[in-house]
């Protein structure tokens, strides 16, 4: 591969568990102008939207750049594939254009390809950027997971009848990813998992709107809410019904994974 392609490949491993749960390479590689491109990556869904992204890259960029005296890193996506785009550009780089019809796919469809890139003089600030996102992300995750979860407490403060295992229930949809990220289906799926009589529709949609007032996107995090860190979070507020529940959906969650 290396060969034929100019591809890198490489393995990413969890530390945490010394799984292998993705990969990534270094692609185009032109060592005659010093710049190569980042892509074909992928990632078991577990620990996919976590700090773990984050870390390959800030791994990928330094030894691009420090060991292989690189003086740009491209990275390149699909125009209609936000999720990558919106990826890309939180690691610190700038959009360097569209590249309009440029490669034709097997059904025959036009595919544009956004170009982002990070060049030499701007690495010593997008590894500080990286850095940070590191040693911040998981007083970041606990605040954003804490969104949801006090989300919860407010329908109980407005005398809304939702149960625990009608909660969890919206949480492990959530983790499916059975929507994307916007208030607008969050707002929709909550309705239809939450609130089964018609006659509190208006009072969920009041407790809701101020709640959320302001917020137009679910943060990441949401996607992917442990059930063991949920049930340390709530089980002192909870009935011993209740805490049976969480208990046994973590239970049913660790015999499966």
């Known amino acids: 591969m290396r060969e034929r392609f100019d591809a890198h490949p490489f393995a990413v491993i969890d530390p945490k568990t010394g799984d292998v749960v993705g990969s990534t390479r270094y692609f185009n590689v032109d060592e005659t102008n010093r710049r190569l491109e980042i892509g074909h990556t992928w990632y078991a869904k577990r620990v996919q939207r976590t700090a773990l ?32 785009r919106t990826a890309i550009a939180r690691l610190g780089t700038k959009q360097d254009g ?3 019809n440029h490669q034709v796919g097997r059904d025959g469809a036009y595919r544009d390809t956004v170009v982002f890139s990070i060049i030499e003089s701007e690495w010593p600030a997008v590894r500080t950027h990286l850095k940070y996102r ?11 997971r804490a969104m949801l979860i006090d989300f919860f407490y407010s329908l109980r403060d407005a005398k809304l009848p939702v149960s625990v295992k009608e909660y969890l229930t919206l949480l ?3 983790k499916a990813q059975v929507i994307a990220p916007s208030l607008d289906e969050f707002y929709f799926l909550a309705r239809m998992t939450l609130v089964e009589d018609e006659k509190y529709f208006d009072k969920f949609d009041r407790a809701f709107g101020a709640y959320f007032h302001g917020v137009t996107q679910l943060p990441d995090e949401a996607f992917d809410i442990p059930l063991d860190w949920l049930k340390k979070r709530l089980d002192r507020d909870f009935t011993a019904e209740e805490k049976k529940r969480i208990e046994a959906r973590s239970a049913a969650s660790t015999s499966s994974s």
């Open 134 to 144: 590191l040693e911040t992300a998981d007083a970041r995750h606990d605040g954003e």
């Open 53 to 84: 992204n984050t870390e390959a890259k800030l791994l990928l960029l330094g030894h691009a750049f420090e060991k292989l005296n690189a003086i740009a890193v491209e990275f390149r996506t699909h125009f209609v594939n936000h999720q990558s």
């Open 172 to 174: 492990e949809a959530l």
């Open 98 to 100: 569209i590249l309009r």
